[in-house]
Nanobody, 126 residues
Framework: QVQLVESGGGLVQAGGSLRLSCAAS????????MGWFRQAPGKEREFVAG????????YYADFVKGRFTISRDTAANTVYLQMNSLKPEDTAVYYC???????????????????WGQGTQVTVSS
């Protein structure tokens, strides 16, 4: 069974950094796109970043470009989200997810993702 387990969240001051990890297990993810989403209280879940597992294609929401970087360690079956220059508005629960979507637009759509982690809280204080 597929499992995605996030870790690395916490409390950080504005301008600080955190690295989130997503340990994936239960199948081969070479044909998947791995995504990071976030959801703040009272808001819809939104796309943050994504990457294809097997090559180097990456995708970012405009509000994180230049600050966040998604990467993966194939040997460890782990996807990372390096978050720098954090802002209070980045405060949310961050989720890792996996999809086999073949559509470019599907990468940004949480409805296209079949597998989800439990989420990790990121809180940025001002």
């Amino acid at each position: 069974q597929v499992q995605l387990v996030e870790s690395g969240g916490g409390l950080v001051q504005a301008g600080g950094s955190l690295r989130l990890s997503c340990a994936a297990s239960g199948r081969t993810f070479s044909s998947y796109v791995m995504g990071w989403f976030r959801q703040a209280p009272g808001k819809e879940r939104e796309f943050v970043a994504g990457r294809t597992w097997i090559n180097t294609n990456t995708y970012y929401a405009d509000f994180v470009k230049g600050r966040f970087t998604i990467s993966r360690d194939t040997a460890a079956n782990t996807v990372y989200l390096q978050m720098n220059s954090l802002k209070p508005e980045d405060t949310a629960v961050y989720y890792c997810a996996a999809t086999r979507t073949r559509y470019y637009s599907g990468i940004y759509d949480p409805g296209e993702y079949a597998y989800w982690g439990q989420g990790t809280q990121v809180t940025v204080s001002s």
